[in-house]
């Protein structure tokens, strides 16, 4: 297969990474993810990595918990999640790097633009960490901000849902599926995948975003390829 992309950012869901379990770290999925992007990265394309930490702790779904609180436990989530995805990578023979955007300089390095950059000059994979580093901010606005940072081409945003609907497809069996959507849709339609934070700073800087299901694994190859699979959120919604 021949890369469409030359530089990507890979989000992906905490819930992706519970595998079958549905909760926690699942290994065999783990390793099925990372042989995957071991195959991308052999393409010849730079990886970096957003994960989410919603197999863990949501910070959001607390009840009683002050939301700060419970954000900067959801943040230390993704790092535990970071750090298990980055071994099963090692395992694979891919180098490489965490950073984190919460200073824990004993488990991961501390993110910095300038370097996460050099290391995907490098060839290495590097796993962001700790979301934004802020409250209220989900793990999909972390996605759109490293992106813009890193200058990715484009964010593969694999979720436990193939695609972008009009409803739950879980609940509603009728649930009208998109191919494609323009920025606008996502508020508009309220569609709420990606979060309305995250869909706004892609818009603003032309930043596209698939979204496609990780039940199966080799649909990260497929996505760097160019396959036509999941849903394309661009700016004029046309699917090229």
């Keep these: 297969m021949r890369a469409k992309y030359k530089k990507v950012l890979l989000k992906v869901s905490g819930e992706a990474l519970a595998g079958p379990k549905g909760y926690g770290l699942d290994e065999a999925t783990l390793a099925a993810i990372s042989e995957n992007i071991k195959k991308v990265v052999d ?32 943040m230390l989530a993704t790092v535990i999640n ?6 099963a990578l090692e395992t694979c023979g891919v180098q490489t790097r965490v950073q984190s955007a919460i200073e824990m300089r004993a488990v991961a390095e501390p ?14 994979v590097v796993i962001f960490a700790a979301g934004t580093g802020n409250p209220f901010m989900s793990t999909d606005t972390a996605a759109a901000l490293r992106a813009v940072e890193t200058d990715a081409d484009i964010i593969l945003l694999a979720k436990k849902v193939d695609a972008v609907y009009d ?3 879980k609940l509603n069996p009728n ?23 995250a869909d706004s700073m892609c818009r603003d800087n032309n930043m596209s975003i698939l979204v496609f299901g990780l039940d199966d694994p080799t649909n990260i190859v497929r ?8 849903t394309l959120v661009t700016r004029d919604g046309i699917r090229k």
């Design 43 to 74: 393409m010849g394309v730079k990886v970096s990595i957003v994960v989410g930490g919603g197999n863990i702790w949501r910070g959001r779904s607390s009840e009683n918990m002050d939301r700060t609180r419970a954000d900067h436990m959801g």
């Design 82 to 87: 970071a750090l298990g995805l980055c071994s």
């Design 111 to 124: 993110y910095i633009r300038g370097k996460a950059i050099r290391h995907l000059e490098k060839g290495r």
């Design 167 to 169: 409803s739950d497809p």
């Design 175 to 197: 649930a009208k599926r998109f191919d494609s959507l323009a920025f606008s849709d996502i508020l508009g339609k309220e569609l709420g995948v990606p979060h309305s934070t």
């Design 223 to 230: 996505a760097v390829s160019g396959e036509k699979i999941g």
